[in-house]
């Protein structure tokens, strides 16, 4: 008999590793993960280098249709977790690359996944969206809210059973430091000042293993294709006060340089999740709250660092 298999694209990003990790863990279970060919000649990153003898890798690169129906063929996935993307780090990068690694992405990956003659097709698709995307501010978010557009035509058209999932300010242990939790954090224990802007925006701040419940959850969950759930604690939290207690917490030498840089174009002021629809949807809400969240993502760093 054919395993069940779960198969997760960006696996190698932040969330992608926590999610495959805990997906690993699970009894009996089968996950693949789909990463470019560069990973068949070197290591992939922690913690899914310690999990490669457990995890079904298949490489292609997503941009390319062929290798995409391949890839996805050769798992026969019943679940997918579509969580790769272009510019997570870069929102403001050329709108052209925007296009083609966010929106010819997922429909080479739905086409693979739907319009192919396989049997059986995926019972569901989770693609994994941004909240930028409600404003579309900058290239990442409008061609991220592109791809999503496409994916709800096809859920509701054909009613391929596409769920979208929008984590809101997704943070904790092993995140890279181009991001403002673990930029900030290094920088507190290593002693050193860290620049910012003035950190007005509010933001809704979640912690990475409620996005992973949140994410799971959405496995079973009876919904209409083409329905985003919003995964956030409905509760925002200025930038600036998140620096604020990454110090206090480190204790240490330095302090955040509050409008030493400019303010970003493309941010919006105030981002908060509907928390109501997704305890409605899924009988989910957060647990992790901020305080707590950025105690545990130092404490693991301490340790590796230890």
């Known amino acids: 008999m054919t395993p069940n298999y779960t198969l997760v694209t960006g696996a190698t990003g932040f969330i992608g590793r926590a999610l495959t990790a805990r997906l690993a ?3 009996e279970a089968h996950v693949a993960i789909l990463v470019r060919e560069q990973y068949r000649e070197m290591p992939l990153p922690p913690p899914l280098d310690s999990l490669r003898d457990r995890l079904v890798i298949v490489y292609a690169d997503l941009r390319d249709y062929q290798m995409t129906r391949r890839a996805v063929q050769a798992v026969r996935p019943d679940v997918v977790f579509h969580l790769a993307a272009g510019g997570v780090s870069d929102p403001f990068m050329a709108i052209d690359a925007a296009l083609e690694q966010n929106l010819s992405t997922a429909l080479n990956l739905l086409r693979a996944a739907y319009e192919e ?11 994994v969206r941004t909240p930028g995307e409600i404003t579309a501010m900058n290239p990442y978010a409008a061609s ?49 000042d860290f620049p910012m802007t003035a950190g007005e925006q509010e933001k809704d701040w979640i912690y990475i293993e409620d996005v992973l419940d949140g994410l799971l959850a959405l496995r079973q969950a009876a919904l209409e294709p083409g329905t985003t759930v919003q995964l956030g604690t409905g509760i925002t939290t200025s930038v600036a006060e998140v620096v604020r207690q990454i110090y206090a917490q480190v204790d240490g030498a330095g302090k955040p340089l509050f409008g030493a840089l400019p303010a970003r174009a493309g941010e919006e002021a105030v981002q908060v999740a509907d928390v109501a629809q997704a305890e409605a949807l899924l009988g989910w809400q957060a647990r992790v709250p901020l305080e707590e969240g950025l105690a545990k993502t130092l404490a693991r760093t301490r340790a590796r660092n230890a």
Do not use: N
Request: glycine share 8%; with cysteine.
């Open 25 to 27: 863990a699970e009894p």
């Open 144 to 192: 991220k809210a592109a791809a999503w557009q496409i994916c709800a035509m096809f859920a509701r058209t054909r009613a391929w059973p596409i769920f979208g999932a929008m984590p809101f300010q997704t943070y904790g242990y092993g995140q890279h430091d181009t991001h403002l939790v673990s930029g900030a954090l290094s920088a507190a224990l290593a002693g050193q």
């Open 117 to 127: 003659e396989r049997s059986p097709r995926p019972d569901r698709l989770i693609v």
